[in-house]
């Protein structure tokens, strides 16, 4: 039986050549997106397939809550340092614990300058523990495997960054100076970290390094060590090999960790550990879910849609070819089948289609990830498909759409009279004539949704580019080697480059701008109790004449002046005096202040941290557009006067004199400081880096819109096709009583336009709580207005009817006779 | 071998109700040959749909072989039609994307015969209808006559108590009809009873019995009722 139900249908597909390739290509089209997708989900899963521990390890996880229940930070990998000490002493069982921290500075993006004789760039080093080599079993090509770090000076080089830096593997011994200050004498050298891992020196790695140095505390300073509030480090903790920790009770015990050791004063933490396999996935998924968004999710879904229209359409095209063997359905009931072996045939048939869709999908997925590859700068591999997980996937990937898209066709067939199928003129009655338009008005809705999606993330890429044009009038360059890397006062370096007249201002800053991580979460309070109502705000560091290098207009006060006790050193968080500090426009709003002057000399606490900081508004400038995301969580920005750790150099020049300019900060940097490497960027370049990852995803959204969109007009086109073939006869009868054609071709593409109409409307709401979300996690976030939506309707709406119009208007310039005849 | 008795059929819409059988009774008996016959519309393939089982009356006993089978759910109806009905149309109603073979073979893929068994099984009623050298042909590759011979052999193939025909001879010549009718004599004098709807009357003429329908009612005659 079952070789009677393949033959029948390998024959009925040879049969209907066209429309099985369509099926064909429709779904293999919404299984690709899936596939890839789940290629490059797994290989996020992959973690650690080099980690020989993998399943053992864990990463110790912090999230930080004030009193007033505001969540400064989510839960990250990323957590206090203090937690080191009191896990040792909590979990002796524990194999190892090791600590894993970027030495540079954050504002930097974790980058510092090197030096060794002639040679010198910039690297990233990471502050580790000694356990931290045997945690990842990293290689020792050369030098000390025991104990490199002896002494408290050693440091430990990649192969590459050796290669890369000195030109040569053999570098044993060689003296290195991190940041100009910092000696170090390389006592090992290890072999790269094998990918797939959080670590690396690429890009793509969470904790990157091309230096490994000590965890040196005192260098660190013990306000650090002790800070429960500052998360900087990862912590790795290794289960007992023998079972004498489960993870269970670790994580049971990590429940109350932050209550039994974290100050009361300081707000409250949550610990718990994630698997290191899990760190890469995690890490992805936080770039947004602090608005709730998660990328895994998120593409899930967006795939899901895609495939989910592709299962629609595939559901609706079957059908309708189905229907049109109506007459050979009965025949087969009238000589002995059952309505189950008729389901079964027609699942069969679309399981066949099913598995042929899945191997040109996987065909196209294996095409498409070099392309994924570079699109995404992703390292996807084809190995990801001998994985028993993939085809487990696949395995139930296939059968979901079996189910979906086969029973619908399955269900419609089995249900057929003989007597009517054998004596109808048309098998479109009853469910029959509803249920592909509702099918058809689905797959509309997904891609309506997508349509409004789209237009969201264009709309919003388009906003966060004008910030460009801000950027592109006040042309600025960005040194982003740290001046404390470099043996010159701030001072004379602004002086000295303030003598070129290409050179209009030069001021400081504690981060570089659009670099990510921009700056301190600072929050405020009218009062000093920790129950009262506080905002929080972005602290940002900078040095002098700032506001006017960066192009910030004075809205009321003052600014900052060197010499009117604004300068804030490190004595100054004692809480001792009242510290002066500008805020923007937004953050006097948030404040409940009517106008900026209605905020100058407001007194401010700062929160949750004691001893809580007095602070006094002496200025309020306009809001400024200096990062994409809202990283910390707010829309306002206080300024504090700290020009000794505002570590890099913004200089503003003449938009006609950029040659100028770069020539004399270079000859200046020179001058002042030989042999310490010079790092620059252009605003607009930075910009373009920080923005690229937007870029992104609004290539990944039109790529999947477009996706859906092509198989949803696949679907119109062939309903199309089969409405205008089903109603020949009564166009005939319609021309006969006195229609034109034109008349009969308005009547056809205003019946295709409703379903596609009604299901935009249906996908507004759905498309609102998207994009709601996804805004939510943009710094200027764009107005979601109805133009949006009417665009998305209207294009949706133009471009499918473009689609039925030839087969509309064929229909529409029928012969009655020959129609009449025929049918 | 079949009774029914004050069998109605009626076809309803949102407005409208139609009558297309109205309190008929009828008997026949095993090894009848029974041709029903009335003009366009009384009811006649309405009757023979319910005889063979393709239909459901809306009210009235349908009794084959002494069982009710009213109560019968659509697999049962299924086995019942499967085992004992072979059925025979005016337009053939042969699969034009299989071969005569497979066509003919087809109730017994569905009666789950072994593979050799039926393809014996359906050598041997090719060759009974004289179309064993077509086998491998398609329908539309067959001449009219020829595809209502296989029509016939799929009727027969799994040796049914009843066939039942709806106007067999209605789209062939004289000689083509002759011999189906031919044909369906053959299998009746071998056991089988055959129903018959037919607009001619010398087919009619080759019946035992004569059933005339009007206006969904058995009448004794056309002339008389007439």
Not at chain 1, 324 to 330: G, K, N, P, S
């Amino acid at each position: 039986m079952l070789w009677h139900y393949l033959g029948t249908a390998l024959h009925n597909l040879r049969r209907h050549r066209l429309a099985t390739l369509t099926h064909i290509l429709g779904l293999a089209l919404g299984l690709s997106c899936f596939v890839l997708s789940f290629t490059f989900i797994e290989s996020l899963r992959e973690g650690e397939p080099n980690l020989p521990n993998a399943d053992r390890t864990f990463v110790l996880t912090q999230d930080l809550l004030i009193h007033n229940a505001a969540k400064v930070i989510p839960a990250s990998p990323y957590v206090t340092l203090a937690a080191y000490d009191y896990l040792r002493a909590d979990f002796p069982q524990l194999e190892a614990v090791a600590r894993a921290m970027p030495a540079g500075l954050l504002g930097n993006g974790g980058r510092m300058s090197i030096t060794s004789g002639d040679k010198g760039g910039f690297v990233h080093d990471l502050f580790v523990d000694p356990a931290f080599l045997k945690t990842f079993h990293l290689k020792v090509l050369a030098g000390d495997a025991n104990d490199p770090f002896k002494g408290g000076t050693g440091a430990v080089i990649t192969e590459r960054a050796a290669l890369r830096i000195f030109g040569t593997r053999d570098v044993l011994g060689r003296r290195v100076l991190f940041s100009s200050k910092y000696p170090a004498v390389i006592t090992a050298v290890i072999a790269d970290v094998a990918q797939p891992s959080h670590l690396g020196d690429s890009d793509r790695a969470i904790l990157q390094f091309d230096f490994l140095t000590p965890m040196d505390v005192k260098l660190l300073g013990p306000e650090a060590v002790g800070d429960w509030t500052s998360p900087a480090t990862f912590i790795y903790l290794v289960l007992p090999a023998n079972g004498s920790l489960s993870v269970a009770a670790l994580r049971a015990s990590l429940k109350t960790f932050g209550e039994r050791h974290m100050p009361a004063s300081t707000g409250h933490s949550n610990f718990d550990v994630v698997p290191v396999s899990q760190v890469r996935r995690i890490m992805m998924d936080r770039q947004v879910v602090d608005t709730g968004f998660s990328i895994v999710t998120s593409l899930y879904t967006l795939d899901a849609l895609v495939l989910i229209v592709a299962c629609f359409n595939y559901a609706n095209l079957a059908t309708a070819l189905a229907l049109r063997r109506a007459r050979e359905i009965a025949l087969r009931k009238i000589v002995g089948a059952k309505r189950r072996q008729l389901v079964l045939q027609c699942l069969i048939e679309a399981g066949l289609v099913g598995v042929l869709a899945l191997i040109v999908a996987v065909a196209m997925t294996l095409a498409l990830i070099p392309l994924f590859n570079v699109m995404f700068t992703q390292a996807l591999r084809p190995t990801a498909f001998v994985h028993a997980r993939m085809w487990v996937f696949l395995a139930g990937l296939i059968f979901s759409v079996v189910m979906l898209a086969g029973v619908y066709p399955a269900w419609t067939l089995s249900r057929l009279q003989p007597v009517r199928a054998l004596r109808a003129t048309s098998s479109r009655t009853g469910a029959g004539r509803y249920i592909p338009r509702a099918l058809i008005g689905l797959q509309f809705m997904a891609t309506g949704f997508l349509v409004i999606m789209l237009l969201v993330v264009q709309g919003q890429n388009h906003l966060m580019r004008a910030a460009l044009v801000g950027i592109a009038r006040n042309p600025t360059l960005v040194v982003t080697t740290p001046i404390s890397d470099t043996p010159v006062d701030m001072r004379t370096l602004r002086a000295r480059l303030l003598e070129s007249p290409a050179v209009e201002s030069v001021t400081t800053t504690g981060t570089v701008p659009w670099s990510g991580g921009c700056c301190w979460v600072f929050i405020v309070s009218h009062s000093q109790d920790p129950a009262a109502k506080a905002i929080q705000s972005a602290g940002n560091r900078i040095g002098v004449d700032y506001f006017q290098t960066v192009g910030l207009k004075l809205l009321a006060g003052r600014t900052f002046r060197p010499d009117s006790g604004d300068e804030i050193t490190t004595d100054d968080f004692s809480g001792k005096r009242t510290l002066n500090v500008v805020i923007d426009q937004e953050l006097a709003r948030q404040l409940g202040y009517a106008s900026p002057a209605a905020a100058l000399n407001a007194s401010l606490f700062r929160q949750p941290y004691l001893p809580r900081l007095p602070l006094r508004v002496i200025g309020v400038v306009e809001s400024a557009a200096n990062r994409l995301t809202d990283e910390v969580g707010s829309r306002s920005d206080l300024y504090l006067f700290t020009p000794k750790y505002a570590d890099f150099t913004i200089i503003r020049f003449r938009a006609d004199q950029v040659g100028e300019a770069v020539a004399h900060l270079e000859k200046t940097w020179k001058a002042l400081a030989p042999g310490v490497p010079l790092e620059r960027s252009f605003m607009d370049q930075r910009f373009e880096d920080a923005y690229a990852t937007f870029g992104t995803v609004s290539a990944l959204a039109t790529a999947l819109t477009v996706c859906a969109f092509i198989i949803a007009l696949m679907g119109l086109f062939g309903m199309a096709v089969q409405v205008t073939n089903g109603r020949l006869r009564e166009i005939g009868v319609r021309k006969t009583l006195g229609a034109k054609s034109r008349r009969i071709f308005t009547l056809l593409l205003l019946d295709f336009s409703k379903p596609v109409v009604l299901a935009n409307l249906i996908a507004w709401p759905f498309a609102t709580l998207a994009a709601r979300a996804y805004l939510g996690m943009f710094f200027t976030p764009m107005h979601l207005s109805p133009l949006v939506y009417l665009a998305g309707l209207a294009s949706t709406v133009v471009i499918a009817t473009a689609v039925v119009c030839g087969q509309s208007w064929r229909a529409a310039r029928a012969q009655p006779a020959e129609v009449l005849r025929y049918e | 071998m079949i009774t029914l008795t004050g069998v109605s059929k009626l076809y309803r819409t949102t407005d409208l109700e139609t009558t297309a059988l109205n309190e008929v009774n009828i008997q026949i008996g095993h090894g009848e040959f029974v041709a029903i016959m009335g003009p366009s519309g009384c009811g006649k393939s309405t009757l023979l749909n319910i005889v063979g089982l393709i239909d459901s009356p809306t009210s009235g006993r349908y009794l084959l072989d002494g069982e009710d089978i009213g109560r019968y759910g659509e697999d049962q109806l299924t086995d019942v039609r499967m085992n004992n009905v072979g059925f025979i149309f005016q337009n053939f109603n042969l699969i034009d994307d299989l071969t005569v073979q497979e066509n003919v073979e087809l109730p017994l893929v569905y009666q789950n015969m072994a593979r050799a068994a039926r393809r014996s099984r359906v050598r041997e009623v090719l060759e009974l209808v004289g179309l064993q050298p077509r086998a491998r042909h398609k329908p539309t590759q067959l001449s009219g006559g020829q595809q209502q011979r296989v029509a016939v052999a799929r009727a027969v193939v799994c040796d049914p108590k009843l066939i039942v025909a709806d106007e067999p001879t209605g789209n062939l010549d004289t000689k083509n009809g002759e011999d189906v009718m031919d044909m369906l004599a053959t299998l009746n004098e071998q056991g089988a009873t055959i129903v018959m709807v037919t607009h001619s009357p010398s087919h009619a003429g080759r019946a035992h019995r004569l059933i005339n329908l009007l206006d969904g009612r058995v009448v004794p005659s056309l002339r008389a009722a007439i």
